[in-house]
């Protein structure tokens, strides 16, 4: 079965602190793992994608298929990262659906 | 290149009554999800549409379908609507050469 898990509904910190959003998942077989961003009002975005082992906006994302980890993390918040965020998942195996978690609210405080 | 557009943007309807709404995807991209938002549920995968022919559905009641076009554009119908089927719809295209799906705006329906 293939599922996303979000453990956080909100997480706050302070502009400049680090931040790290958790993702855990469970996938039977080769997934790609996405990072998408809905800031307010805005339509959802991709953010970052595994494969592309690039940094948006400061993020990067590391997948761990030992621990079935894709978290999101920044050394430093900023106040336009306020939105809220998802992690997502898709694999050939089951027709390249995208599978998402909960979401995390990011609220930066200055 | 102008991105995933959805039409209408705002919906009210009534228990009982169906809805069609419609999406087109960025130009050159042959594949068309839906997908549900709600705050309960979060977001839920409908179905894919490739070249006319769906690819892949979602657990959801026969009542939701869809349909694509030669031009790629989508549509996506609820028939005999419930206060449930109250959400965001999303709709988002691919490229068959990649995995990433780019969303549109979504229709937000109020079923009342």
């Known amino acids: 079965a293939q599922r996303v898990t979000q453990p956080e509904k909100l997480l706050s910190v302070f502009k400049g602190a680090p931040v790290e959003l958790k993702c855990n998942y469970s996938?039977?077989?080769?997934?790609?793992l996405f990072w998408y961003v809905q800031y307010s009002r805005q339509r959802l975005q991709l953010l970052l994608r595994?494969?592309s082992r690039e940094s948006i906006k400061g993020f990067t994302a590391d997948l761990n298929k030992g621990e079935t980890s894709f978290h999101l993390k920044k050394p430093f918040a900023q106040e336009e990262d306020s939105a809220m965020y998802y992690c997502a998942l898709s694999g050939r195996e089951y027709g390249n659906k995208l599978v998402f978690g909960a979401g995390t609210i990011l609220r930066v405080k200055s | 290149k102008a991105g995933v557009t959805q039409t209408p943007r705002y919906l009210i309807k009534t228990r009982g009554q169906q809805v069609t709404l419609s999406c087109s995807p960025i130009s050159g991209h042959r594949s068309v999800s839906w997908y549900q938002q709600t705050p309960g549920q979060g977001l839920q995968f409908l179905f894919e549409?490739?070249?006319?022919?769906?690819?892949n559905k979602g657990n959801f009641p026969g009542r939701f379908s869809g349909r694509q076009f030669s031009n790629s554009r989508s549509e996506m119908n609820v028939s005999t609507l419930e206060l449930g089927d109250s959400a965001l719809y999303l709709c988002?295209?691919?490229?068959?050469?990649?995995?990433?799906?780019?969303f549109g705006p979504g229709t937000r329906l109020l079923v009342l």
């Open positions: 996938y039977s077989g080769s997934p790609e």
């Open positions: 988002a295209s691919r490229a068959m050469a990649d995995e990433t799906q780019y």
């Open positions: 595994h494969i």
């Open positions: 549409y490739f070249s006319e022919t769906q690819r």
